[in-house]
Every structure is written in structure tokens, then in C-alpha cells.
């Protein structure tokens, strides 16, 4: 009886001695803790990309719709000849080169509404991430530059106008739509610019 409590004891001890190095040891080879960096840019990227592209693509949208009434006021616009007055949009530099300016961003819009399709839709198979988010950063820069000042030299173009013919309210829709796609070409800059940034940063 002796040696048996001897035995017992003494295995005891050594199991109390050894099972908490075998807990830990077998804790931590089968189950590895991830790192916690990359647990938080998995977990952002899943979270705020979607959310990101969604808002981009509404943006490339509106741009698109409000581009296109500016240059559309422009080109319906049909005034009749009075004097020696200018009896088109043609004639007025400044709104030729608002009209033309939209145009080019309507066309912008597009190509942005499909290539936000595209990666949505086959995950950046067509056109690199990287690629992308550069492209994207430098034209929504160059397009807002050439709205906001296709704007501001179109609205002096009001006053030389007669307020009775059709073209001076066409020029005044034109110039507010103008405006307003500059907004929308200037908050997708901003994205642009953040979405660069966290792929630089990363």
C-alpha cells in the first residue's frame, strides 16, 4: 500500500508538473494566432471597399447625367438673330469651350462608370489595382481643373448675352450643371486620392 501511495504521489506531481508546458505547448502549435495586422487590413479592406466603390460608382453616375444636361443646354439651345449678335453657342468661346469640356467629361464618366463595373465584376482582372487607382487620381484631378475653370470663364459670357433669347438660360443651366459635376468629379478626386494613399501606405 506503501509504495502504491508512493506511486501515486509521485505521479501526481509529475503530471502536475508537466501539464501546464503540455497545455500550452499543444495550445499553441494546432491553433497559431493571427497577426494582428493583418487581421485589421483584411478586415478593413473587406469593409470599406465595398462601400468605397459603391459610392464612387454613384458619384461617376451623376457626373455623368449632370455633364451631359450641360452640354445638351448648350447644343438644343436655338436662339433667333438679332442685330449684330452672336445667334449660337459656337460663336461665344467661352461656352464653346464649357460645351466642349463636358464632353470630354461625359465621355470621362463613362469610361470610369465601366472600368468600376469591371472591377466589381471580374476583381481586377481587366485593369491592375495599382494601375487603376493612379489613372484614376491624375484624370479626376485634370477633369475638375478643366470644369471648374470652363465655369468660371463661362459665366462673363451671361452678360453679353440678351436676357429674353433662349440662349441666355440655356448658358445658365449649363454653368450650374457644370458646377455641380465639378462636386461630384471633385469628391471622386478625393477617393481616388484615399484609395492611392492606403495603397501606398500598405
Excluded at 487581421?39 to 459603391?54: D, E, G, K
Excluded at 459656337?90 to 460645351?99: R, S
Excluded at 462673363?156 to 448675352?161: E, S, V
Aim: charged share 15%; hydrophobic share 45%; proline share 5%.
Amino acid at each position: 500500500m506503501k509504495k502504491e501511495s508512493d506511486v501515486l504521489v509521485i505521479d501526481c506531481r509529475s503530471m502536475a508538473g508537466v501539464s501546464p508546458m503540455a497545455a500550452s505547448s499543444l495550445a499553441q502549435q494546432p491553433f497559431p494566432t493571427p497577426s494582428p495586422f493583418t487581421f485589421s487590413i483584411a478586415s478593413a479592406r473587406s469593409n470599406t471597399r465595398p462601400s468605397i466603390h459603391l459610392c464612387s460608382l454613384i458619384l461617376r453616375f451623376s457626373a455623368l447625367i449632370f455633364s451631359f444636361v450641360c452640354a445638351f443646354s448648350l447644343a438644343t439651345s436655338t436662339p433667333k438673330k438679332q442685330g449684330r449678335a452672336p445667334s449660337n453657342f459656337n460663336e461665344y468661346p467661352e461656352l464653346m469651350y464649357c460645351f466642349i469640356v463636358n464632353i470630354f467629361t461625359f465621355i470621362y464618366s463613362a469610361f470610369q462608370l465601366f472600368k468600376g463595373v469591371c472591377d466589381i465584376t471580374y476583381r481586377g482582372i481587366l485593369i491592375p489595382d495599382m494601375i487603376s487607382d493612379y489613372i484614376s487620381f491624375i484624370l479626376d484631378q485634370l477633369v475638375g481643373y478643366l470644369l471648374i475653370s470652363s465655369s468660371s470663364v463661362a459665366i462673363p459670357a451671361i452678360q453679353r448675352i440678351e436676357h429674353t433669347a433662349s440662349l441666355s438660360k440655356a448658358t445658365i443651366i449649363a454653368i450650374s450643371m457644370s458646377f455641380v459635376t465639378f462636386l461630384a468629379i471633385a469628391t471622386c478626386g478625393l477617393l481616388s486620392g484615399y484609395k492611392l494613399c492606403k495603397r501606398i501606405i500598405w
